[in-house]
T-cell receptor
Framework: RKEVEQDPGPFNVPEGATVAFNCTYS??????FFWYRQDCRKEPKLLMS???SGNEDGRFTAQLNRASQYISLLIRDSKLSDSATYLC??????????FGKGTTLSVSS | GAVVSQHPSWVICKSGTSVKIECRSL??????MFWYRQFPKQSLMLMAT?????????EQGVEKDKFLINHASLTLSTLTVTSAHPEDSSFYIC??????????FGQGTRLTVV
């Protein structure tokens, strides 16, 4: 089983739509969880950390379910600029980050 | 935020030659840095953990004699791809974590072996 698994995508949605991405992780000892965004041929950039209580940053909401080892990201009111690949990221021991394969989002007008 | 600088940003080399990629943490000390590789339409795959002053820890399936890692100081780690071949063409990216365990990525190096 892969350490981090994500919806394969791609997700093609119109502007204004709400879209949700899911992710599961295999290492129950993981303590840190993130969503990163990667634009084509660029380095990944941190979108938001994910906390057990769930957290929101503007149009983005992240949820974590430790019992199910499941992470989600919800994007509301999608913008054209949200088009990117979204990477679910989980730490291994120490600070090594393990990336999911990524889910591609394409928002169209 | 903290800055990690990676150099070069792209390189084209002939098959059989070696290429060195540098990763520097510019405004913090990083005892640990990480090297990733990303093939087209694939995810970032952790190659190795670079530890300052000691040997790197390689992921399963990554050849340590081919991908030489040196972490001689708290601000610099280097990855040398030895005897590069076309199948080594990829996007290589480093990351470093600060004292708060926040990760910062270099800009990445796009290697093309011809």
């Amino acid at each position: 089983r892969k350490e981090v698994e994500q919806d394969p995508g791609p997700f093609n949605v119109p502007e204004g739509a709400t879209v949700a991405f899911n992710c599961t992780y295999s290492n129950s000892a993981s303590q840190s969880f993130f969503w990163y965004r990667q634009d084509c041929r660029k380095e990944p950039k941190l979108l938001m950390s994910v906390y057990s209580s769930g957290n929101e940053d503007g149009r983005f909401t992240a949820q974590l379910n430790r019992a199910s080892q499941y992470i989600s990201l919800l994007i509301r009111d999608s913008k054209l600029s949200d088009s990117a690949t979204y990477l679910c990221v989980v730490n291994r021991e120490g600070t090594a980050l393990i990336f999911g394969k990524g889910t591609t989002l394409s928002v169209s007008s | 935020g903290a800055v990690v600088s990676q150099h070069p940003s792209w390189v084209i080399c002939k098959s059989g030659t070696s290429v060195k990629i540098e990763c520097r943490s510019l405004d913090f000390q990083a005892t640990t840095m990480f090297w990733y590789r990303q093939f087209p339409k694939q995810s970032l795959m952790l190659m190795a953990t670079s530890n300052e002053g000691s040997k790197a820890t390689y992921e399963q399936g990554v050849e340590k004699d081919k991908f030489l890692i040196n972490h001689a100081s708290l601000t610099l780690s280097t990855l040398t791809v030895t005897s590069a071949h076309p199948e080594d063409s990829s996007f290589y990216i480093c990351s470093a974590s600060n004292i708060d365990l926040e990760a910062f990525f270099g800009q990445g190096t796009r290697l093309t072996v011809v």
